[in-house]
């Protein structure tokens, strides 16, 4: 495979982005460590936000996007190394580069699929958005949009989808 320049800037950037904060963090959780229940792994910037409002509804600049425990134990059961549907996400620097993903999103969509693992201020579920940064394949983000008082948006799953060869 053949990159440009901006490809090899763009996957330097990555290599680069692993935030030492969360990488302890989810290595504690995977140890079974869970004085934390969870860690903000970035606030909302506004151009992504402007863009999940216009899919949503929800106001959600500044949010806080957290990262918990369950959050990394599904990761890790569908993705990790023994993962169940594939291992993209066996390393923990990939995981501690989920906020360097939010930050310089490519894409973010919304697909009107909700959870009820997150309710709303008005008590429904949440919207599921799906936020993507192109890499050496898709990274891919998905969170529930929690527009409640506490501003925050809460990550459901990641996973990279490679580029097929």
Do not use: C, W
Not at 45 to 51: R, T, V
Not at 141 to 158: D, L, M, Q
């Amino acid at each position: 495979m053949i990159y440009s320049k901006g490809d090899i800037k763009k996957m330097e950037e990555y290599e680069a982005a692993v935030d030492p904060e969360v990488s302890d963090f989810v290595r504690g959780v995977l140890q079974g460590d869970d004085k934390l229940s969870y860690i903000t792994v970035a606030f909302m910037p506004k151009p992504a936000s402007i863009i999940i409002e216009r899919l949503t509804g929800k106001k959600v600049e500044g949010s806080r996007v957290i990262l918990d425990i369950n959050a990394i134990k599904h990761i890790n059961n569908r993705h990790g190394a023994q993962g169940k549907q594939d291992h993209s996400m066996k390393s923990i620097d990939d995981l501690a580069r989920i906020g360097y993903v939010i930050m310089n999103f490519d894409e973010i969509t919304y697909e009107g699929i909700t959870t009820t693992g997150y309710l709303d201020e008005k008590g429904d579920p949440s919207p599921m958005i799906r936020i993507a940064k192109r890499i050496d394949g898709i990274y891919y983000v998905v969170g529930a949009v929690n527009s409640s008082k506490k501003k925050r948006i809460y990550i459901v799953t990641a996973y990279i989808a490679r580029k097929r060869e």
